[in-house]
């Protein structure tokens, strides 16, 4: 079984190597910064936040705050290695982060604030890395 399981890994990375166009692009390094910034400012927020009284009426902007911070671990590190799929998840990444914007810019403190425009930069860095309109 573990030969069907080899054979059949074989394969797709043999196709993954010949047949996308990504697999040996170079990142943009501000890009990579910008995704750590914003992963670090996630996790300061909800740093921040857990210490506030109003943390009952922020639970969408934390849970919110703790997806961005980890989807943008992850998209660093496929980036920082030139992973086929860097596109892939920096669209995601995109996604998650112009959400996590959107809910921070709710709230009028300024760390929210903060946090909102490093959210939509990095979607919008992430946007156009993906080549997404």
């Known amino acids: 079984m573990s030969e069907n399981l080899s054979q059949g890994y074989s394969n797709y990375s043999e196709d993954f190597e ?13 890009l ?3 995704v750590q910034n914003c992963e ?3 996790e300061h927020m909800t740093t921040f936040l ?14 919110l705050l ?7 671990t992850l998209t660093a590190k496929y980036i920082a290695r030139n992973s086929g799929f ?7 990444c995109a996604y998650i982060c112009e959400i996590c914007g959107t809910e921070c810019s709710k ?3 300024p760390e929210s604030q903060n946090c ?3 959210c939509l930069h990095c979607a919008r860095e992430c946007r156009a890395f993906a080549m997404i309109p």
């Open 66 to 72: 703790r997806d961005c911070a980890d989807i943008c």
């Open 40 to 42: 670090a400012t996630c």
């Open 107 to 109: 709230f009028p403190d």
């Open 50 to 63: 857990k210490c506030r009284k109003d943390i009952q009426s922020r639970v969408i902007q934390l849970q």
């Open 86 to 92: 860097s596109k892939c998840i920096a669209n995601l």
């Open 116 to 118: 909102a425009q490093v």
């Open 32 to 34: 990579l910064m910008t």
């Open 18 to 30: 010949y047949n996308n166009p990504y697999a040996h692009s170079s990142h943009p390094s501000n």
